[in-house]
């Protein structure tokens, strides 16, 4: 079945640091692929996504792009802010899949430290 | 756009009762609707789809003598805990889409916080 690997958190790190989140996928079909940010007590925002491979996804200063050769869509930002921080989750979705049906990585917490 | 509002945002309730969690769509017409339960420190599980008028598909594992979704109107989904015990205790997220295609992404309520006593 479709599942979706993220590196285990929290990230800890400074304020103008670049961060990497990676994120990598096993689907059948061709998934859309989707990063959520939740910040604490809150639902899910959607941050960004890419529908087909070699698309950049980007929002905020985030970016990812749909790496088919290496299952990937890992997610990252030139320099982080106190402001960022929050649990990020990678998904996907496949019309196998249930149409919009999306499937969750385990979330990867993020820490931004001044 | 696309906003969806969950109420109640937290709910403290006695064990053996039921509480009723409600998921609009403020601005745009949910054909179809996600409940996902969280627990601490963990990823969404999704529960249940439902859409408008038809009833919910449960995921595995998922009692649906418990967790009780209607689905009445297109702008309106309601989660039911029946006879809640401690073990239900989670966050509860609800997500609405136009329609069940890909090109139809969920949009996520903020969240129920129920905690059985």
């Known amino acids: 079945g479709d599942s979706v690997t993220q590196m285990e958190g929290p990230v800890t790190l400074s304020e103008e640091a670049f961060l990497t989140i990676n994120c990598t996928y096993t689907a059948t079909g061709y998934p859309s692929l989707f990063w959520y940010v939740q910040y604490p007590g809150e639902g899910l925002q959607l941050l960004l996504k890419a529908t087909k491979a070699d698309d950049k996804g980007s929002n905020k200063g985030f970016e990812a792009t749909y790496r088919k050769e290496t299952t990937s869509f890992h997610l990252e930002k030139g320099s982080v802010q106190v402001s960022d921080s929050a649990v990020y989750f990678c998904a996907l979705s496949t019309l196998t899949g249930g149409g919009n049906k999306l499937t969750f990585g385990t979330g990867t917490q993020l820490k931004v430290e001044l | 756009g696309a906003v969806v509002s969950q109420h109640p945002s937290w709910v403290i309730c006695k064990s053996g009762t039921s509480v009723k969690i409600e998921c609009r769509s403020l601005d745009f017409q949910a054909t179809t609707m996600f409940w996902y339960r969280q627990f601490p420190k963990q990823s969404l599980m999704l529960m249940a789809t439902?859409?408008?008028?038809?009833?919910?598909?449960?995921e595995q594992g998922v009692e649906k003598d418990k967790f009780l979704i209607n689905h009445a109107s297109l702008t309106l989904s309601t989660l039911t805990v029946t006879s809640a015990h401690p073990e239900d205790s989670s966050f509860y997220i609800c997500s609405a889409s136009g329609g069940p295609s890909l090109n139809q992404p969920q949009h996520f309520g903020d969240g129920t916080r129920l905690s059985i006593l």
């Open positions: 439902s859409n408008e008028g038809s009833k919910a598909t449960y």
